[in-house]
């Protein structure tokens, strides 16, 4: 069994350059792999391309000490972590596309013998089908073979630098001796429980932790449509309902983003869809939401021309999909200012996002989309409309006083009255 003492990490964004980094720190060679010339540029000049806490002092130390390179093309390794992105295709069916790359370019520099992780969440049996695209390409490695594991991240964007190591981690081997190779490597940073299984119940196991959260918070979104429908401010009724000592409703938002939560459900779905019953409707209301936060805009926008007889100004407060982080994947916020942008021809839509310098291409080039800083939005603004609770936020609440405010995320509450 070959000893691991370089790893090439296939994917450098939000899992794969922290992991890759994490490892470098504790003295593994590790060579990154990905795609984009940006990203390796700026890994190679010990920088990051992206906000995230501390990272950027591990890449800049791991690329001083000769620990840490990045190409765009894959080198041999003793060990290969691929952390690419698994979205989903129309009909939210997964997408492995990206998965099946990183294995034909991996293919090529295997002898045998080496470790090959897939760390991207992944619907049942992934693991096992990019096992088979890399023998698809090198059928002689069939025979003495590579080892195969599935090991999901389950890290908090903003804390990924401490969870990586504090966190506990599941590993799930195409065999016993696989799982235990994989241990062994994540040993060298992790500090948490390493649990031990099997591939497919490792894929299983992280869609049912972000199943788990998103059924939950459809039922806070659920519940702040009742409210709104009878009158009843649900954030209070959220906090007096955990008085009780066995429950804890979540809090409710403009629907569920991420590269997780909004994601990972949707392969369970796909795997089992007639029984996957209270997934599927989980998932139907949180992507919902963002179309009925749309609708009150649409009401206060109404109430506005009517009094002022011209269309109103909208500050949209956030575009990222969780506060203080600039991640945009999967993003409602970022969904709602696009559709209303589309459906709001004759508004003025200013939006602020503090943890950007330019709106994403997505929202460049529309001529009724100012960026604007947050203070500034508020104040030209007939209507704000606060999607993120950012820390920047917090003190906005009595400067949109007067204005028509929609509050998504109840940061306002105690500065409306």
């Given amino acids: 069994m070959t000893e691991i003492s370089t790893v090439a990490v296939i994917g450098l964004g939000y899992i794969g350059l922290p992991t890759a980094a994490i490892l470098a720190e504790n003295g593994v060679r590790v060579h990154g ?5 940006r990203t390796v540029e700026a890994v190679n000049a010990g920088r990051v391309p992206f906000v995230e806490p501390d990272l950027a002092d591990f890449v800049s130390r791991a690329v001083d000490k000769g620990l840490l390179s990045a190409s765009t093309q894959t080198p041999p390794a003793d060990a290969y972590i691929v952390a690419v992105p698994t979205p989903f295709k129309d009909g939210h069916q997964p997408d492995l596309s990206y998965i099946e790359a990183a294995a034909r370019g991996l293919a090529p520099q295997l002898r045998g013998d080496e470790l090959v ?3 991207s969440t992944s619907p049942p049996g992934a693991t096992e089908h990019m096992a088979e695209v890399i023998y698809a390409e090198r059928p002689e490695l069939r025979e003495p073979g590579v080892d195969v594991a599935h090991c999901p991240e389950r890290v908090l964007p ?5 969870e990586l190591v504090t966190n506990d981690r599941i590993v799930g081997g195409s065999t016993p001796e696989a799982a235990q190779r994989a241990e062994s490597l994540y040993r060298t940073f992790c500090k948490g429980e390493i649990l031990l299984t099997d591939c497919r119940t490792a894929e299983m196991a992280k869609l049912v932790e972000n199943s788990f959260r998103d059924v ?3 039922f806070a979104n659920e519940l702040s449509v009742i409210c709104s429908e009878l009158g009843i401010d649900v954030w209070e009724l959220i906090e007096l309902a955990n008085h009780h000592p066995r429950v804890n409703i979540l809090q409710p938002g403009p629907g569920v983003g991420g590269h997780c939560i909004a994601v990972d459900p949707w392969f369970i779905v796909d795997a089992a869809p007639s029984t996957a019953r209270l997934i599927r409707s989980a998932r139907e209301i949180n992507d919902a939401k963002p179309q009925w936060v749309i609708d009150q805009v649409k009401a206060a926008a109404f109430d506005v021309q009517q009094q002022t007889g011209r269309a109103p100004r909208v500050a949209a407060l956030g575009l990222a999909f969780k506060p203080n982080i600039d991640d945009l994947r999967e993003s409602p916020a970022l969904n709602i200012v696009d559709s209303m942008a589309e459906q709001f021809t ?10 950007v310098d330019e709106l994403p291409p997505r929202l460049q080039g529309r001529e009724n989309i100012t960026f604007l800083d947050a203070s500034e939005a508020v104040e030209q603004a007939d209507i704000v409309l606060l999607l993120v609770d950012h820390d ?3 003190q ?5 006083a007067g204005k028509r405010v929609i509050d998504t995320r109840g940061q306002w509450r105690a500065q409306q009255g």
């Fill in 158 to 162: 903003g804390r990924v630098m401490v």
């Fill in 346 to 355: 004759g508004s003025q839509i200013l939006v602020a996002e503090p943890h």
């Fill in 396 to 400: 906005l609440g009595a400067a949109a």
């Fill in 33 to 37: 792999v990905d795609v984009s010339d």
């Fill in 117 to 119: 992780i897939l760390e």
């Fill in 216 to 218: 939950n918070i459809a």
């Fill in 392 to 394: 920047a936020f917090g």
